[in-house]
C-alpha cells in the first residue's frame, strides 16, 4: 500500500517506511527523515497547503 508524503509529495510504500508520525490521530508516512522533521515543525502548513517539494537540509 501506498502513501503520499506530505511535504514532498512523493509515494512511500507504508510497509518499508522508516519515518512516519502521527497527527491528530492520523499516521503520515515520509520518505526521509528530513520531510519528517520538516512536517512536525509546521503540520498544519502542508496539510493545508500540499506538498512542497524536497526540504533544503545541510548534511
Keep these: 500500500m ?6 514532498c ?4 510504500d507504508i ?3 522508516k519515518y512516519k508520525t502521527v497527527y491528530k490521530g492520523r499516521v503520515y508516512y515520509f520518505c526521509s ?9 509546521n503540520p498544519e502548513f502542508y ?3 500540499g506538498p512542497r517539494g524536497m ?5
Design 2 to 7: 501506498k502513501a503520499v508524503d506530505p511535504v
Design 9 to 12: 509529495g512523493m509515494s512511500v
Design 15 to 17: 510497509e518499508k517506511a
Design 33 to 41: 527523515r528530513w520531510c519528517l522533521e520538516e512536517f512536525e515543525k
Design 47 to 49: 496539510l493545508t497547503s
Design 55 to 59: 526540504p533544503s537540509h545541510s548534511g
